[in-house]
């Protein structure tokens, strides 16, 4: 029963959300000011574990291929596949639910506590559209991130397959051309949409409905985390199923 109750607070939050609006002009720099914490503030360690992270496939790859009838462009083949699949969207997706959810569930959770979120509601303002939707907004733009992810990766991958002696730069470039399929980026974008919701919705759902002080606030930080990760794999598998099925 608590988790049907649960399921039911979340969707009656996603539709307050949407109802009575706070004035443009507020909601215009809050909207901002979430963009500069959720998105570019993330750009640092997207980039960063990307760019490694590729490095590694094409590493692993290479290491693996003992048959010498194979061609070395198959290491920027794999290496293309596994960022665009499923590194990018997925694995910075789980990350992301790390280091933005833990945030934006700490952020409201503190506000619940300190009563920030009951002063707003005396104001007449309506606090889930003035806290949640601008995160909402500001994650509209985590494509952007993922994009990031995708370049970063792949060219991690090629600088380790080169300079690593693994593969030439024109068979690495043979391989990332070698049986494209255009859906795989349509694909890959429908599940960073996807995650993008979840990412905005979850966290700001466990702290706007927390209780307690603050050791709960760092409770629901962690189920925020918990949570948000096994919806992003649940998701990640039924979008797999129904499109590449």
């Known amino acids: 029963m608590k988790y049907l109750r649960d399921i039911g607070s979340y969707f009656i939050m996603l539709k307050q959300v949407f109802i009575r609006p706070t004035k443009t002009s507020v909601l ?13 503030n993330s750009l640092g360690i997207v980039v960063f574990i990307s760019f490694f992270v590729g490095s ?24 293309r596949q596994s960022v665009l699949l499923e590194f990018a969207p997925t694995f910075i997706s789980i990350i992301m639910a790390g280091k933005v959810g833990s945030f934006i569930t700490s952020s409201i959770g503190s506000m619940r506590v300190t009563e920030q979120i009951d002063a707003l509601e005396v104001m ?15 994650l509209l733009f985590y494509p952007f991130i993922i994009i990031i ?39 890959a974008f429908i599940k960073t949409f996807v995650f993008a919701i979840i990412l905005a919705t979850v966290p700001s759902w466990q702290g706007y409905y927390m209780t307690g002080g603050a050791l ?3 409770k629901a930080s962690t189920n925020s985390f918990v949570w948000t990760s096994v919806l992003i794999i649940l998701a990640n598998f039924i979008i797999t199923q129904m499109l590449l099925g």
């Open 28 to 40: 215009k720099n809050l909207i901002f000011k979430e963009i500069n914490d959720l998105i570019v």
């Open 56 to 79: 590694v496939i094409a590493i692993q790859t290479a290491l693996n291929m003992d048959n010498p009838l194979v061609p070395k462009s198959l290491i920027g083949f794999a290496t």
């Open 124 to 138: 007449g303002i309506n606090s889930l559209n003035y806290l949640v939707f601008p995160k909402i907004i500001a």
């Open 149 to 187: 992810s995708m370049t970063m990766g792949i060219f991690g991958g090629w600088i380790a397959a080169v300079q690593g002696g693994y593969s030439s730069a024109s068979d690495f470039a043979l391989g990332l051309q070698e049986d494209f399929v255009p859906f795989h980026i349509v694909y």
């Open 216 to 218: 709960e606030v760092g």
